[in-house]
């Protein structure tokens, strides 16, 4: 069905009980559709379907019935998480019945405009980051998503001349239909979720769903140093305004000047640059000035800075909030400096990309702490940086094997495997003091594991927290 403005009466199936399904089945449930929520945890695993139950919203807990989805539902909302081979999703394709993420419902409620941030990394950064600058341009941004608050929530509540600022995941976008930022930032693409996707191509295409209802009125933000991203722009219908690390844009754009070199350290003073469509150049800050460290991160204050200034900020508004920015938890966050060692946290480098990323920007020996779940890579994608940037390696999880072979191809001696203990904690603390026992005076102690955390851990959120206890406590 085409999703309408008014719900009422229309029978809805929500599969998932996490935060944005709860929150997705309680604006439907106010906008008037007769709501069933559905998970497979048993319902002592369940506690939020008391809260659903109390508010009249059916919740069915242990499994997927055969009769869940037939013939009347008229529209499952899925968590975003849940494969398209799932029984109920297999069932609701057969009978033609639209499924779509909560990000399709909010969209279709919202009376803010949206700016919709996704790529493979750099997203919870750049998203926060556009926050605060929207904020310190005197506009007035609701952060929202996958970065924590659901869409829905703040869907529900934001005015028009709010900004709902969006980190969107592939696995979102994939379940929308007609979803339309007003500005649509794509950061990066690199390879990641394939054991979800089982392709390039449908990952691919499911992040570039952002721009795929967009019009001339729109604008598309991207990484004009990106490949993928570049072999986008054809099937771009939006104002493009890209921004780039490695070229002075000529066309309208946000871009560092004078221009990186790949790969190389030249020790130049660098400025952000935005020219605007009248072909004026506007300087934004000095690249030494940014309150966060690492190439990385200026790519990620290129794309901020653009999508605000699509959004209406000016520019002079944008040099403070990029001063001032010191991150977000678990994204390259500075723990503690202990007997010469200094330790950061980040753990939501969930890809070898991410890890690349981080080593990167850190200038002191490090004892690298890596491994989790294992999806299928070689990690090869590690080893020139092990060389360069590495001299320990402390690996966990799935992958601990693998992350050790790479380390060894490297060239680096200093190679800990820790078995798993009695629990995912206690190995992690294992790893920790084996780590620290590795590091010298000066050195840098980095979780970083280039790996998802499901195979030890409920989230990467929570592998940082009992990484920094254990720091702590060391």
């Known amino acids: ?63 997927h019935p055969d009769g869940l989805i037939h013939p009347g539902v008229e529209l499952v909302v899925k968590n975003p998480g849940i494969p398209y081979s799932a029984s109920p999703i297999a069932k609701a394709l057969e009978l033609g019945i639209d499924i779509v993420t909560e990000v399709e419902v909010a969209y279709h409620l919202a009376k803010a405009p949206i700016i919709g941030i996704t790529g493979s990394n750099g997203k919870t950064t750049t998203t926060t980051w556009i926050g605060k600058m929207l904020e310190g341009a005197g506009l007035s941004p609701i952060v929202a ?12 509540t934001a005015e028009a001349d709010d900004r709902l600022v969006v980190e969107l995941s592939s696995f979102q976008l994939k379940g929308t239909q007609e979803f339309r930022p007003a500005v649509a930032v794509l950061l990066n ?57 490695t070229e002075e844009l000529r066309t309208p754009g ?4 004078p221009a990186y070199i790949p790969d190389v350290q030249d020790g130049l003073s660098r ?15 000095d690249t030494a000035e940014i309150g966060l460290p690492g190439r990385f991160n200026v790519e990620n204050a290129l794309a901020a800075v653009a999508a605000s200034l699509a959004a209406g900020a000016a520019p002079e508004a944008l040099a403070e909030p990029l001063r001032l920015f010191r991150g977000v938890e678990h994204r390259l966050e500075f723990v503690e400096a202990k007997n010469g060692v200094t330790y950061y946290n980040n753990s939501k480098a969930t890809n070898s990309k991410a890890t690349v990323m981080a080593l990167g920007a850190l200038d002191s020996p490090i004892v690298l702490l890596a491994g989790g779940l294992d999806r299928g890579s070689d990690y090869m994608e590690l080893l ?60 840098i102690v980095l979780l970083s594991p280039a790996c998802a955390s499901w195979d030890m851990f409920s989230s990467y959120e929570e592998r940082g927290r009992i990484f920094k206890e254990a720091v702590h406590t060391l």
């Open 189 to 245: 693409v690199a390879e990641t979720h394939l054991d979800y996707h089982g392709t390039m191509e449908d990952y691919i295409s499911s992040k570039a769903k952002l721009f795929a209802n967009q019009t001339a009125s729109d604008t598309a933000v991207i990484n004009w140093d990106d490949p993928v991203c570049r072999e986008l722009v054809p099937y771009i219908k939006a104002r493009l305004l890209p921004f780039s690390m």
């Open 271 to 285: 400025s952000i640059v935005y020219r605007d469509g009248e072909d004026r150049e506007h300087v934004i800050v």
């Open 145 to 156: 998503g996958n970065i924590g608050t659901p869409l829905c929530a703040a869907a529900e």
């Open 1 to 63: 069905m085409k999703h309408p403005d008014e719900y009422r009466g229309r029978q809805v199936v929500v599969l998932g009980l996490a935060k944005s399904g709860v929150q997705v089945a309680k604006t439907l449930y106010r906008s008037g559709a007769v709501v069933t929520v559905n998970d497979k945890k048993a319902r002592e695993d369940s506690p939020e379907a008391s809260e659903l139950e109390a508010l009249g919203i059916s919740v069915v807990c242990g499994g």
């Open 384 to 443: 020139p940086v092990f060389k360069e940037k590495v001299k320990a390696v402390v690996a966990i999880g799935q992958t601990k094997e693998k992350i050790g072979q790479v380390a060894a191809l490297a060239g680096l001696t200093e190679i800990v495997l820790v078995d798993t203990g009695d629990s995912a904690a206690e190995t992690l603390r294992t790893a920790i003091r084996k780590a620290a026992g590795l590091a010298k005076q000066g050195d």
């Open 254 to 257: 946000v871009y560092v000047q």
